[in-house]
């Protein structure tokens, strides 16, 4: 065996789970990336005999088999195609789906901020179409283990084929279950025995006591919620527990850029909210979390405030009713005449105008 071989088999003698399907030429089965000369991508799955159709012509997949990654081929009539294996960012947004999916830029985040590491022992609830399972399984490896809970059982048959569709089988660091979180949890885990849990539901705040029983001390809970009223309710319900740190939150916003010689700008558009992330750690048994000491809010108002945010106390000059009356004055002086109000100021007049018509 070669050294870099060695290096890439050290450890219990194997390749990562999936690791040799992302090397070598292409094959059958493979899902493949298309890239044509306007930037459209379009990802086939490779079939003996079968063809990609366009209204440019059509591509055998059989010119793609066999050829090495990043290999130009053209179609029947000239059309070039960029082909890649694609990157787990692509995977994810183009994947069958059932439910929304955690996207990429959330997903890295819950593996760094969550301090997600190989071997890692970690429990995921609200598995959805298996985003972020892949995300975890990645990060754990195959010596570490990832036990998934799912209350739907079609989001879990969707989840456990996207995930074998992009590791080429099982993964042996993988099991999911079916039922509600925090009554398995705590039948299936052994106490203390957790190293994260990372939550994507409705109600973690629920939770709480199912977490901090199977959580081990210093382990960290990741909380992907959607809306303000969720990220608060949880947070309340960590401080009230007493075995978790003071809970940290945040949401992440990603920019592209359009880079073509001199002009270099922002994007038009951008992946901005699509959920808050909140952490916490589990403190040690029997002990009692830190509270931050922060400058006490004011929750009454006495006049003395009340009045301190007067007009004239912030530097305006007050408006006297001199002024007041004299622009009412040019005001209505200024306004258009109401409908009709020059017929009513005339009618005495209107005898006169009729005798007039008269005499000519």
């Not at 994810?92 to 593996?111: C, E, F, H, T, W």
Request: net charge neutral; charged share 20%; aromatic share 6%.
């Amino acid at each position: 065996m070669s050294q870099s071989n060695a290096k890439l088999t050290a450890g219990n003698g194997a390749e990562p789970h999936g690791a040799a399907a992302r090397r070598g030429p292409f094959r059958a089965g493979e899902r493949v990336q298309l890239t044509d000369e306007r930037t459209r991508m379009n990802t086939i799955t490779l079939t003996p005999g079968q063809a990609y159709h366009t209204h440019k012509g059509f591509l055998n997949h059989d010119a793609v088999i066999g050829q090495p990654e990043g290999s130009v081929v053209a179609n029947n009539v000239g059309q070039l195609y960029q082909t890649l294996r694609p990157l787990l960012s692509d995977f994810v947004l183009s994947m069958p789906r059932g439910a929304a999916v955690v996207y990429p830029k959330d997903a890295g985040q819950i593996i760094t901020m969550g301090d997600i590491y190989p071997g890692a022992r970690v429990v995921e609830a609200g598995v959805g179409s298996g985003a972020l399972s892949i995300s975890l399984l990645r990060a754990v490896g195959d010596g570490g283990y990832l036990h998934s809970f799912e209350r739907r059982e079609e989001f879990a048959d969707i989840a456990r084929g996207n995930v074998e569709t992009i590791f080429g089988g099982k993964h042996p660091a993988w099991k999911i279950s079916l039922g509600d979180f925090q009554d398995e949890v705590v039948r299936q885990e052994s106490p203390a025995s957790i190293d994260r849990v990372v939550l994507d539901m409705l109600a973690p705040w629920e939770c709480v006591d199912a977490v901090a029983t199977v959580l081990a001390p210093g382990g960290v809970w990741i909380n992907y919620v959607a809306t303000v009223t969720q990220l608060s309710r949880t947070a309340e319900a960590i401080r009230a527990d007493g075995r978790f740190t003071e809970p940290d939150a945040w949401e992440s916003m990603v920019r592209g850029w359009h880079l073509e010689g001199l002009a270099v700008r922002p994007d038009h558009r951008m992946v901005a909210h699509t959920g808050f992330l909140l952490t916490a750690r589990r403190l040690a048994d029997g002990v009692t979390g830190l509270t931050p000491k922060r400058r006490p809010s004011k929750t009454e108002f006495s006049a003395e405030d009340l009045n301190a945010w007067t007009p004239a106390n912030v530097g305006e000059r007050d408006v006297s009713a001199k002024k007041l009356r004299r622009a009412a004055r040019e005001a209505t002086a200024t306004a258009p005449a109401p409908v009709g109000a020059g017929s009513e100021s005339t009618d005495t007049s209107g005898p006169q105008h009729v005798e007039n018509a008269k005499d000519g």
